[in-house]
């Protein structure tokens, strides 16, 4: 699973990706490069997991996250519009803390910006093949979704914001539209307004659009994200916070692709395993290997609360808290899940 980070120079962009990966980078107006880190997605569920089993591998969810670059000036390049094609998820930053002359952060300005820039590159590709299915009428049905997705983006609204089907949804897949892709904003501040809420105005835009909003000083977050555990706990605590704003950004997004964890759990091996929302038991077999989904038979399935709670598989079976699932039963978040198979 890819993030892009986006945002126009100067918003902090190559610096909150420091924040997250706790890599670092160049950073300011020439930091043209495209970085890219891979981070793991903390789950106290694994953790819980880890500490009853003691296993000899933990393995965590993982985000890639990308700095897609930003260009120079007012607007995003060309090249940062095509590598956003290329991510399944968009992160936005924004900037809210005053720059180096002292000019204060425009964040809804830029805000509205990326939307409209977005649109317009998606408007010019949609453009084009609904103008060669008009021409030679070779899929009505696509034509027909395509013009709508078109009168959408012509009045200024991004193609996330239109109801569309599963099947809808996997005949635009091929399009990679920058507007249909979950956005999700981050608005960057200075240290001394880390804990406090995002303006009222950009809450309420955000809001309208169905977008999620975290907000952090990311030049705060980069320093905390290269100490040692210890070391971050006690400076985030003398921010007045509860954690590193990381953490909270990285199960945002997580969840922002609307991706649940499956967990499997034994002495070798606890892991989390992400998979899209609504998949049926063989499909997320098939995730761990696919012989499993090939011979599936069966799930064998327990909640991780009560496997923590109780101690172990049998205990939970027991109790009647082990539930044997088949073929049509959808895995729940936080489901740990032992699937029997023949190949």
Not at 140 to 155: G, K, V, Y
Not at 242 to 250: L, S, Y
Request: proline share 6%; aromatic share 4%; hydrophobic share 40%.
């Amino acid at each position: 699973m890819k993030i892009g980070l986006v945002g126009y120079p100067g918003s902090g962009k190559s610096t909150v990706f420091g924040a997250l990966t706790g890599l670092a980078v160049e950073t300011g107006y020439g930091a043209s490069k495209e970085n890219v880190g891979v981070v793991k997605v903390p789950d106290p569920r694994v953790d819980a997991l880890a500490k009853l089993y003691a296993p000899k591998k933990t393995t965590y969810a993982e985000i890639t996250f990308s700095d897609l670059g930003a260009g120079h000036g007012e607007g995003i390049d060309r090249k940062a519009l095509n590598a956003m094609r290329g991510v399944d998820a968009l992160c936005q930053v924004l900037r809210a803390f005053p720059d180096d002359s002292g000019e204060p952060g425009e964040p809804l300005r830029e805000l509205t910006g990326l939307e409209m820039e977005t649109i317009l590159a998606d408007l010019e590709v949609v453009e084009q093949r609904v103008a060669r299915l008009r021409k030679d009428r070779s899929n009505p049905r696509e034509l027909a979704l395509l013009e709508r997705i078109q009168a959408s983006l012509e009045e200024e609204q991004p193609a996330r914001r239109l109801e569309l089907s599963a099947e809808e949804r996997r005949m635009l897949s091929g399009y990679s539209l920058l507007t249909q892709k979950p956005l999700l904003l981050v608005l960057n501040v200075a240290e001394d307004a880390v804990a406090s809420p995002p303006p009222a105005e950009l809450a309420e835009a955000a809001g309208a659009r169905g977008l999620g909003l975290i907000v952090l000083s990311a030049a705060v977050e980069m320093d905390i994200a290269q100490m040692e555990d210890a070391d971050q706990l006690e400076f985030v605590e003398s921010l007045g916070l509860g954690e590193p704003a990381r953490n909270r950004f990285i199960r945002a997004a997580f969840e922002l692709i609307d991706l649940v964890s499956m967990l499997t759990a034994g002495p070798d091996e606890c892991r989390a395993w992400p998979i899209p929302r609504g998949t049926p038991s063989p499909k997320a077999a098939g995730k761990i290997h696919s012989d499993i989904e090939r011979g599936f038979i069966r799930a064998e399935v327990t909640r991780w609360e009560d496997l923590v709670e109780l101690g172990s598989e049998a205990a939970c079976k027991e109790a009647g808290k082990l539930r044997v699932e088949g073929r049509d039963y959808v895995v729940q978040d936080g489901d740990v899940v032992h699937f029997r198979f023949n190949v």
